[in-house]
């Protein structure tokens, strides 16, 4: 089955460094999603995207935050100056439609220090 | 999108039946129900999915009451490998729409 491919699984970066994750979509999904986990506690929506345009952030999505998708493959999410409060598996998400499921990837683990 | 209630936590016996409920009274008419299921700190994984016909797939089945408040997902014969949290998610209708995940239930499956 195919699946949604994230690297790095773990990222370990400075705070106020900027940090890069990187997602491959299933090839023929046309929304993708970011979200986050802090441990112990719910998985959060940070951002969808559509048609090269974010369709919808949460609060969380701030200016720090941002999505690219630079390529027909690759679909990015950047934070611009980490914080330790950033700290969090993060989760990528895409799907076919607007109804139909969402596949998500295996996440990276970003520890801010 | 429509707030779902489900009990923090369950245990099922290997081999049997899990049941796990889930109250949605306030979904809309073209909202779907969604069950996704979480293994330790692994992606979220689809389940099954639907509107107001009960489901049925490889992995569950999803019975939705006939007015739509409340669901129930069953997994027929739950095995160790089925221990996770699961989300009961009543998806909107919008572009792109987002799932919005709760604290789920526990399930413990045991020998």
């Known amino acids: 089955e195919p699946e949604v491919t994230q690297t790095p699984s773990h990222q370990v970066t400075q705070m106020g460094q900027e940090v890069i994750l990187r997602c491959v979509p299933i090839s023929n999904h046309l929304y993708f999603y970011w979200y986050r986990q802090i441990l112990g506690q719910k998985v959060e929506f940070l951002v969808s995207?559509?048609?090269?345009?974010?369709?919808?952030k949460s609060e969380i999505f701030d200016d720090q935050f941002s999505v690219e998708r630079p390529d027909g493959s690759n679909f990015t999410l950047k934070i611009r100056s980490t914080k330790l409060e950033d700290s969090a598996m993060y989760f990528c998400?895409?799907?076919?439609?607007?109804?139909?499921?969402?596949?998500f990837g295996s996440g990276t683990q970003l520890s801010v220090l | 999108d429509a707030k779902t209630t489900q009990p923090p936590s369950m245990d099922c016996a290997e081999g049997r039946a899990a049941n796990l409920p889930c109250n949605h009274s306030t979904i809309s008419g073209n909202e779907y129900v969604y069950w996704y299921r979480q293994i330790h700190s692994q992606g979220p994984q689809y389940i099954i999915h639907g509107l107001k016909n009960n489901e049925t797939n490889e992995m569950a089945s999803l019975i939705i009451t006939e007015d739509r408040k409340s669901s129930t997902l069953i997994l027929p014969h739950a095995t160790l490998r089925d221990t996770a949290v699961y989300y009961c998610i009543v998806r909107g209708t919008g572009t792109a729409s987002k799932l919005t995940f709760g604290t789920g239930t526990r399930l413990q499956v045991t020998l």
């Open positions: 998400a895409s799907s076919v439609g607007t109804r139909e499921k969402l596949f």
């Open positions: 995207f559509y048609n090269n345009e974010i369709s919808e």
